[in-house]
């Protein structure tokens, strides 16, 4: 079998071997693909492994051998599912495999956004502290989380997650999903109350074709003056020029986002330059023992469909 992966760094930088891949077939690893060269690299392929670099009709039309699809992400919508389809090739993902890292990342986000700790570690190092009157100072309001209100979109295992990470801090958890979860302790609310009520909403849904921009100044003007909001799942959730509006008026407090609409962003981005916004290159999933789990998972699809029982399969 010819294994082609189209943009291997980001998950082996140099610290996730491809040795169990290896022993699977003629394996050939590209760090990156642009569209023309995806489109000759996948040409002889038999199986195609991709993280982000898209994989769409044209592609799949001149891969006249693929056979198999592997997404080395839980997302899949880089793949044109219509056309494998029709072409009778399986597409896998790997659905399990950041929930921890993840909830630790929104957790380090919020904790940020609560008390600038880079900054004031920068202004000690800058002398500020040893030129201080008082004996301690601080740049920024320090906020306790015991005993807040944490919002949660998207009660999946990432969510869930989160909330018991929120509630190890003494915090009070409301949800929204498409369906409640009858089993949770937690409490479930509409969207709008999820943004009324919370002090820090975290977005952990799936990006749809109905949900495109759903976090708009519409349910911005929901939200408490005071209150963060967090997004590490899909960029395309929010509005960025009405975020960068409500952060510039200070309708809300603070935003910290591992995802934007465009990755990486246009220069013109209006959260670039919007007040309180931390931004980070989209690395909550990127720990070293989540890629493991990551490169572990797609060598077990890629022996299932071998061995005739696919799993993981989302086409």
Not at 16 to 37: F, H, I, K, M
Not at 39 to 60: C, E, F, Q
Not at 173 to 198: G, W
Not at 253 to 278: F, K, Y
């Amino acid at each position: 079998m010819k294994i082609v992966v189209l943009d291997g760094y980001t998950l082996n930088p140099g610290d996730n071997a491809w040795t169990a891949l290896e022993e699977l077939g003629d394996l050939q690893v590209y760090d990156r693909s642009t569209p023309d060269e995806a489109l000759a690299r996948s040409a002889k392929a038999d199986i195609l492994l991709t993280n982000k670099t898209p994989v769409p009709y044209n592609v799949i039309q001149n891969a006249p051998n693929l056979k198999f699809i592997s997404v080395l992400a839980t997302g899949y919508n880089i793949v044109d599912i219509t056309a494998a389809r029709q072409r009778g090739i399986t597409v896998s993902n790997v659905p399990d495999y950041g929930t921890n890292t993840v909830a630790q990342f929104v957790m380090g986000l919020i904790l940020e956004l609560s008390h600038h700790i880079g900054d004031h570690s920068n202004a000690v190092h800058a002398g500020a502290w040893a030129t201080s009157k008082d004996w301690t100072f601080w740049n920024s309001p320090q906020i306790e989380l015991y005993d807040k209100t944490m919002g949660v979109v998207g009660f999946g295992r990432i969510g869930r997650r989160v909330a018991g990470l929120a509630e190890a801090f003494g915090m009070r958890v409301i949800y929204n999903s498409r369906t409640p979860h009858p089993d949770s302790t937690q409490r479930h609310r509409t969207l709008q109350q999820v943004f009324a009520e919370s002090d820090i909403v975290s977005l952990h849904c799936a990006l749809t074709s109905d949900n495109i921009g759903i976090v708009d100044h519409i349910l911005l003007e929901h939200m408490r003056p005071s209150a963060f909001l967090i997004n590490t799942a899909r960029g395309g959730l929010v509005n960025e020029s009405d975020l960068s509006s409500a952060l510039n008026s200070g309708r809300i407090a603070g935003a910290a986002l591992d995802v934007l609409s465009s990755e990486p962003p246009s220069a013109d981005n209006p959260l670039l330059t919007a007040q309180n916004c931390i931004i980070t290159p989209h690395i909550a999933w990127a720990a070293l023992e989540a890629r493991k789990r990551i490169m572990k998972t797609a060598v077990y699809n890629i022996r299932s469909f071998l061995a005739g029982a696919p799993v993981d399969v989302v086409s």
